[in-house]
């Protein structure tokens, strides 16, 4: 066992990896999570949109936020809060910590 996954963070991918922009899908823990950089930081969310069983991370991402690409909800990448609907339920966000070129991503600590 990794150090990381001894306090709950695991590496999901490189900074290298990540386009800006362009969300990447990982899994974690069986928890599939969408990483994303954008606006100079890196964010982790549930790759599940709350309204209906479709991965956001086939969405499009701009002003810090994924979009659904079903039926157009957007998520802030920062609280997971819906901007309106048809979702109206938040979708988890993970804890980041970025250690040189490896982006680490907590799903047990969910926010």
């Not at 999901?12 to 922009?21: C, G, K, T």
């Not at 969408?34 to 499009?60: M, Y």
């Not at 979708?91 to 490896?102: A, C, Q, T």
């Amino acid at each position: 066992m990794s150090v990381e996954s001894v306090f709950g963070y695991q590496r999901a991918a490189s900074l290298s990896e990540l386009e800006e922009d362009l969300p990447k899908r990982v899994e974690l823990d069986g928890v599939p999570v969408s990483v994303v950089r954008t606006e100079g930081s890196v964010f982790a969310i549930n790759d599940i949109c709350s309204h209906a069983n479709v991965a956001l991370s086939e969405g499009e991402v701009e002003n810090c936020q994924i979009e659904c690409w079903l039926h157009g909800s957007r998520f802030d990448l920062r609280t997971g809060e819906p901007s309106g609907p048809p979702a109206v339920r938040p979708v988890p966000v993970y804890p980041v910590k970025i250690e040189g070129d490896d982006v680490l991503v907590s799903v047990t600590q969910e926010s």
